[in-house]
Nanobody, 121 residues
Framework: QVQLAESGGGLVQPGGSLRLSCTASGTIFNIGVMGWYRQAPGKQRELVASIFSRGDTNYRDSVKGRFTISRDNAKNAVYLQMNSLKPEDTAIYFC???????????????WGQGTQVTVSA
């Protein structure tokens, strides 16, 4: 089994910054794509950014130029640096990873428990 543990959420003023971290633990042979999603009250969960094992990244338009996703493959970790935060960034942020637990298994998707990010004056 695999667990994802997030940290780094909190309350920040508009224009401020936060850095989210997520580390995968358990039975891990390989991790493919890792990503960050968010869900605001009354809205559907949406992809914020994703990163492949070789470093290719993808961002939703509303965070381009403000957020940066990165990963440390040796630590099975993914990070999200969020700058110039806006009130509309307020949401629960979830990390996500495609994990292969053994050489002969297929990739399965795992989710973290979520961390609250609130942007407010």
């Amino acid at each position: 089994q695999v667990q994802l543990a997030e940290s780094g959420g909190g309350l920040v003023q508009p224009g401020g910054s936060l850095r989210l971290s997520c580390t995968a633990s358990g039975t891990i042979f390989n991790i493919g794509v890792m990503g960050w999603y968010r869900q605001a009250p009354g809205k559907q969960r949406e992809l914020v950014a994703s990163i492949f094992s070789r470093g290719d990244t993808n961002y939703r338009d509303s965070v381009k130029g403000r957020f940066t996703i990165s990963r440390d493959n040796a630590k099975n970790a993914v990070y999200l640096q969020m700058n110039s935060l806006k009130p509309e960034d307020t949401a629960i942020y979830f990390c996500n990873a495609d994990v292969k637990e053994s050489l002969y298994s297929t990739y399965q998707v795992y989710w973290g428990q979520g961390t609250q990010v609130t942007v407010s004056a």
